[in-house]
C-alpha cells in the first residue's frame, strides 16, 4: 500500500525533526520523507495540514483486561482505544487472570491482537509464577513467546532473596525486569497519599517512604547483579532524587510516570472521587513539581497512559472499597500535550512527545516511536489545537473512569497508521 | 490542578441540605444549629415529650457498622420530633447478598424515605450516598453522616461544642485539649474542625507518636507526646476511647502501658484549670483511658453530653427537614 | 420600608381587655393565664400580674407546631416554653396580641394539649384584624379592625414596659 501524508508538521524526535514536510509510506515502511520516492503514486493521501505527524504513540502500561477479566474490556475494545489514542505500540503487564507465566498464555494474546491488526501487542512476562515471590517463571521461554521484559505488577516480592535470584536470573540472559517500587508492607491497606489530606479525610495512606524504601532495596541489588531494571510508576519527589542519583552512579536503571500524575495531586480527591483512585495514589503538589522538573532533566525516561478499565460498579463505591485506576489510552497523547503546553518559556513539544514515543521505545527496547527512512510505518497525526471533552461517549475504551472526567483537553488524533495501514482515521 | 468539586452537603443556596462533615461549614451555621438545640432542650422535661415537626416523615436509620448507643440517641430524637423510624442493620442484610451499597440506598429512597442516618467504616460512604441522592434527581432525601470511617462524626462534633458552650460560654479564649487515638477518630477529627471554625485559640493533641496521625498542624493543632505537659493549665479535655486493636495493630504494647502514661487520673486533672471540664464520647473504658474517680467526679460532664446530644441531633434533623423561608 | 402611624392607643386598649377579662373570669378563681410569645407573653404577664393570678401563668412559642414548617423552616429564634402550673382540668385563658388568620391559636391549642387535657380554653387579644383562615373567635378582644394584607399589625413594649400597637406596611410575606 502507498501512503503519502502531505503539508503536516513532522516531528521525530529521535531523528531531530521537526518541520513541514512530506512523508511518503510503501510496504508498511517510511519511504521518504521530503521528496517522493522516484515512481511513487499514492494508493491513499492524507492531508495533514495544520496536523502534526508523529511516531505513533508508544505506551508502556496499557491493561488490555484479557484473558480473564472480560466483564472489565476487552481486547477488540481497547485495541481500538488504543488507535484511537493514537497508540501504535503498547506493552501490557502480566496481572491477567491467569497471569502470563505461560509461554501458551502469551502465544495465544500475541496472536489475538495480531489478528485485530489494530496496535502491536508487547507483552512483559510474570517474573514469578503467579506472581506469587516464590518460582522463577520460564523466562526463555517466555521470550520466545514474545514477551520483552518481565514485571511483578502491583504485587510485591515479600522474599528479597527471590527478587535477588530473579535478577541475577534475568541478567543472565539479558532481560530487562520492570518493578513497581513499592514496600510490601509499609503503606499496606493505604489508599491515598500519606500526608495532611488524607489525615484529614480519614483515608489510609501509603508514605513516601513506601517507595523510596523498596529503591534502595531494588539498587542495591542492581549493584550486586548488574541486571537492567526499569522502574514502573515513581510518584514522589524523594523516589526521583533516588533516581537521580543512581543515574549519576552509573546503575543500569530507567523509569516512566504515569500520565495523570503530571497534573493532578491529593488535593484532586475532593470529596473522595474514586476516580481519583489510583495507585501509586496522587502525590503532592511538590511530587508533582518534581515529576515535571525530572521530565525536563531526563530523570524520568518516559510517560505512560498506566491504562486501567475499571467498571462503574468497582468506582461507585465508598473511596477506599473502589478499585485503583483510570483510563488511558486515549489520554496520553493530550494529557502530555498539555504538560508541554504549561513549560512555559520554551517549545516543549518534541520533548514532550519525545517520552511517548522514541523515548518509550528505547526503554522497552522496541525497534519502534521513529520514521527514519526503513523504520515500520507507525505513524499518528492529531490536530494539537481540537479541544474535546472528555466524556464516556468520547471515549472507545470500556474503561470510562479518570479523574479528568468532564474536562476538556486540547490534541485529537485525526489518523493511524500501523504498519503502513490505516487503522483509525476521524 | 483542581476538579471542580460542589460541597455536596450544601445546596445551591448555600443552605445545609445534608449534613456530612463539620469541615468547611460556615460558623454561622454551626451556631444557628446549637441555638436550636437550645430550644430543644426543654422538650425532655415535658409530660409529652414531643413536638411534632417531622410528623409523619420517615427517617431510616442505616448502620453498616454496628452502634446501638447512637442509634438509640438518633431514634430518640426522631421520635421526639414525632418521626416514624426505621432501623436497618445493614450487615444482617441485603449487602451481604452482594447488593452495591447504592442499589440499597434506591431501593430505600423507593420507599419513600425522608432521611437517611447512614454510619458506614468506610470514610466517604455518605458523601457517595448524598451525591447519589443529588445527581438521581431525589434532592428531598436527606443525609446524616453518624460517623464514616475516620473520616467524620459531626453530630457528636457539635454536641461536644454544645456542651462547651453550656459550660465555658466564649469559645475564644479557652484552651482545649483531646488525648488518645486520634489517629483513628472520627470524633477527633471532628471536633478539631469545630473548634477551630468557633474561634478556640489553642487545640492541643496528646498521645503516642503511634497514635497521632500526620498533618496536625496543618489542621491548627498542637502536639503534645507528654500528657502532664499537655494539660497545664487547659479549660476542656476530651478523652478519646482506646480500641482493643490498638494493641494488635503493633501500635501499643497494653492497655496498662497506655494508662500509664496517657490516663486521665486525678492528679493529672489536677494540671489543669481548676473549673476544667471532662468530656467522652462514649462508651468509656475505665482504667484504660480514665480513672472511675474522674469519670464520676464533678469535673465529668459525659452524661449531660447525651442529653445535649439528642437536643443537637434534633436540631439537626429538623433544619435539614425544613422548608426554606 | 414600613411606615409607622400610631393608630391605637395600646395602654387604653389593655385596660378595656382587663375588664372584659376579669368580669369573664368572675366565678373562675384559679384560671390559669398563658400568654404566646412575643406580644401574648407581654400582655399575660400583665394580666397576670393585675388579677393576681402570678401563679398561674405561663408562657408557651410556638414555633415548633406551625404548619408552615415544611415552606419556611425553623423560626431562627425560638423562645423557651414554660407551663408552671398543671394543665389538666384548667380552665385556661390563652393571650395573643393580635388575632388575624387564626393559625397561631390553632398552633399553641395543640401545644396546651400535648401538656395535658384542660377543661376550657378562652381566647383573649389586644387586637383583632379580621381575615381569619380556621373557625377561631376571640372571647376577650380590645378592638376590632380591618387591614388590608400587605399591612402589619405589630405590638412593641419599651424599656418601661409601655406598650404600643403600629401599622406597618409589609413587603415581605406576612401570614401568621
Given amino acids: 500500500m502507498k501512503l503519502h501524508i502531505k503539508n503536516g508538521r513532522l516531528i521525530d524526535p529521535a531523528n531531530n525533526i521537526d518541520r513541514v514536510t512530506d512523508l511518503f509510506v510503501v510496504d508498511g515502511k517510511v519511504a521518504a520523507i521530503g521528496d517522493a520516492p522516484a515512481g511513487f503514486t499514492a494508493d491513499t493521501t492524507i492531508d495533514a495540514a495544520n496536523r502534526v505527524v508523529a511516531p505513533g504513540l508508544v505506551d508502556l502500561s496499557a491493561r488490555l483486561r484479557e484473558p480473564g477479566y472480560e466483564y472489565k474490556a476487552t481486547l477488540e475494545s481497547e485495541m481500538r482505544a488504543a488507535v484511537q489514542g493514537g497508540v501504535t505500540s503498547l506493552v501490557c503487564p502480566p496481572d491477567t487472570d491467569p497471569v502470563l507465566d505461560e509461554p501458551g498464555l502469551v502465544e495465544m494474546l500475541k496472536h489475538r491482537a495480531r489478528n485485530l491488526d489494530l496496535a502491536n501487542v508487547h507483552p512483559l512476562g510474570a517474573l514469578t509464577m503467579g506472581l506469587k515471590g516464590q518460582a522463577l517463571t520460564e523466562m526463555a521461554e517466555l521470550t520466545e513467546a514474545g514477551c520483552i521484559g518481565f514485571a511483578q505488577a502491583e504485587v510485591p516480592i515479600l522474599d528479597t532473596n527471590v527478587l535477588l535470584r530473579a535478577l541475577q536470573y534475568a541478567k543472565t540472559f539479558g532481560y530487562t525486569v520492570w518493578l513497581r517500587p513499592q514496600d510490601a508492607h509499609i503503606g499496606r491497606g493505604g489508599v491515598a497519599h500519606s500526608g495532611p489530606l488524607a489525615s484529614r479525610l480519614g483515608l489510609s495512606g501509603v508514605p513516601v517512604m513506601a517507595e523510596t524504601i523498596a529503591l534502595h532495596t531494588i539498587f542495591e541489588l542492581v549493584r550486586s547483579t548488574g541486571a537492567r531494571v526499569h522502574l514502573c510508576r515513581l510518584s514522589s519527589a524523594a523516589g526521583l532524587e533516588l533516581v537521580r542519583a543512581a543515574k549519576k552512579e552509573g546503575l543500569p536503571v530507567t523509569c516512566d510516570v504515569g500520565v495523570h500524575h503530571l497534573h493532578m495531586t491529593d488535593a484532586d480527591i475532593g470529596f473522595f472521587d474514586s476516580n481519583a483512585r489510583l495507585t501509586p495514589p496522587l502525590r503532592s503538589g511538590r511530587d508533582r513539581d518534581a515529576i515535571s522538573a525530572a521530565l525536563l532533566d531526563g530523570t524520568i525516561d518516559a510517560v505512560c497512559s498506566d491504562h486501567t478499565p475499571v467498571d462503574d460498579d468497582e468506582k461507585l463505591l465508598p473511596f477506599a472499597e473502589a478499585s485503583p485506576g483510570a483510563t488511558g489510552l486515549e489520554l496520553l497523547l493530550s494529557l502530555t500535550l498539555k504538560w508541554a503546553e504549561e513549560q512555559r518559556g520554551q517549545d516543549a513539544l518534541p520533548r514532550a512527545l519525545a517520552m511517548i514515543t522514541s523515548n518509550a521505545a528505547r526503554t522497552a527496547g522496541l525497534p519502534a516511536g521513529q520514521l527514519g527512512v526503513g523504520a515500520q510505518a507507525d505513524i499518528v497525526v492529531f490536530d494539537p489545537a481540537t479541544r474535546w471533552k472528555v466524556e464516556g461517549a468520547a471515549l472507545a475504551s470500556q474503561g470510562k473512569h479518570t479523574p479528568f472526567l468532564g474536562f476538556e483537553v486540547s490534541g485529537q488524533v485525526q489518523a493511524t497508521v500501523v504498519g503502513g495501514r490505516i487503522a483509525f482515521q476521524r | ?325 | 420600608m414600613p411606615t409607622t402611624k400610631q393608630d391605637f392607643d395600646a395602654e387604653a386598649l389593655y385596660r378595656a381587655l382587663l375588664e372584659q377579662v376579669r368580669a369573664g373570669l368572675a366565678d373562675v378563681p384559679d384560671a390559669a393565664i398563658v400568654g404566646i410569645h412575643s406580644g401574648g407573653a407581654w400582655l399575660a404577664e400583665r394580666l397576670a400580674g393585675d388579677l393576681d393570678l402570678q401563679s398561674r401563668l405561663g408562657f408557651i412559642d410556638v414555633s415548633f407546631y406551625r404548619d408552615d414548617y415544611a415552606r419556611k423552616g425553623l423560626h431562627p429564634d425560638v423562645k423557651p416554653t414554660h407551663i408552671g402550673f398543671n394543665v389538666d382540668g384548667a380552665t385556661i385563658l390563652l393571650v395573643d396580641d393580635v388575632l388575624y388568620t387564626g393559625r397561631t391559636t390553632r398552633a399553641a391549642i395543640n401545644v396546651l394539649f400535648d401538656y395535658g387535657r384542660p377543661a376550657c380554653i378562652k381566647l383573649a387579644a389586644l387586637a383583632d384584624r379580621g381575615g381569619r383562615e380556621l373557625p377561631v373567635a376571640p372571647d376577650f378582644v380590645g378592638v376590632t379592625t380591618t387591614l388590608e394584607g400587605a399591612q402589619l399589625l405589630s405590638l412593641a413594649r419599651d424599656a418601661s414596659g409601655q406598650l404600643s400597637l403600629t401599622i406597618e406596611e409589609d413587603n415581605a410575606d406576612s401570614a401568621q
Fill in chain 2, 1 to 325: 490542578m483542581p476538579i471542580l468539586h460542589n460541597n455536596p452537603q450544601l445546596n445551591k443556596n448555600g443552605e445545609l441540605q445534608h449534613l456530612l462533615t463539620i469541615e468547611g461549614l460556615p460558623k454561622a451555621i454551626i451556631n444557628h444549629i446549637l441555638d436550636t438545640a437550645q430550644s430543644f432542650v426543654g422538650i425532655s422535661d415535658r409530660e409529652v415529650k414531643k413536638v411534632p415537626l417531622m410528623r409523619g416523615k420517615s427517617v431510616f436509620n442505616l448502620f453498616f457498622e454496628n452502634s446501638t448507643r447512637t442509634r438509640t440517641t438518633f431514634e430518640i430524637a426522631s421520635k421526639r420530633l414525632s418521626a416514624d423510624v426505621i432501623n436497618l442493620n445493614i450487615q444482617a442484610s441485603s449487602t451481604t447478598k452482594g447488593e452495591s451499597l447504592l442499589d440499597t440506598i434506591d431501593n430505600l429512597a423507593a420507599m419513600h424515605a425522608d432521611m437517611f442516618v447512614v454510619r458506614h467504616a468506610q470514610s466517604g460512604a455518605p458523601y457517595l450516598i448524598a451525591k447519589h441522592l443529588n445527581d438521581s434527581g431525589q434532592k428531598d432525601i436527606h443525609v446524616v453522616n453518624a460517623g464514616d470511617g475516620r473520616h467524620a462524626h459531626p453530630t457528636q462534633g457539635l454536641l461536644d461544642m454544645y456542651t462547651i458552650r453550656h459550660y465555658k460560654q466564649d469559645f475564644t479564649n479557652l484552651r482545649v485539649a483531646i488525648v488518645g487515638d486520634i489517629l483513628h477518630s472520627r470524633v477527633a477529627r471532628s471536633d478539631i474542625h469545630a473548634l477551630t471554625t468557633l474561634g478556640v485559640p489553642e487545640v492541643r493533641a496528646i498521645g503516642p507518636q503511634t497514635l497521632l496521625p500526620g498533618g496536625l498542624e496543618h489542621m491548627g493543632v498542637r502536639v503534645f507526646n507528654d500528657m502532664d505537659e499537655g494539660l497545664k493549665d487547659v479549660d476542656v479535655i476530651i478523652m478519646l476511647r482506646l480500641q482493643n486493636e490498638r494493641m494488635s495493630g503493633a501500635l501499643l504494647p497494653s492497655a496498662q502501658e497506655y494508662f500509664k502514661s496517657y490516663g486521665l487520673t486525678p492528679e493529672r486533672l489536677a494540671l489543669a484549670k481548676p473549673d476544667a471540664i471532662v468530656m467522652h464520647p462514649g462508651p468509656m473504658n475505665r482504667g484504660v483511658e480514665i480513672d472511675s474517680a474522674v469519670a464520676d467526679g464533678k469535673q465529668a460532664v459525659i452524661l449531660p453530653q447525651v442529653t445535649f446530644g439528642i437536643a443537637v441531633r434534633m436540631a439537626v434533623m429538623s433544619i435539614l427537614a425544613g422548608g426554606r423561608a
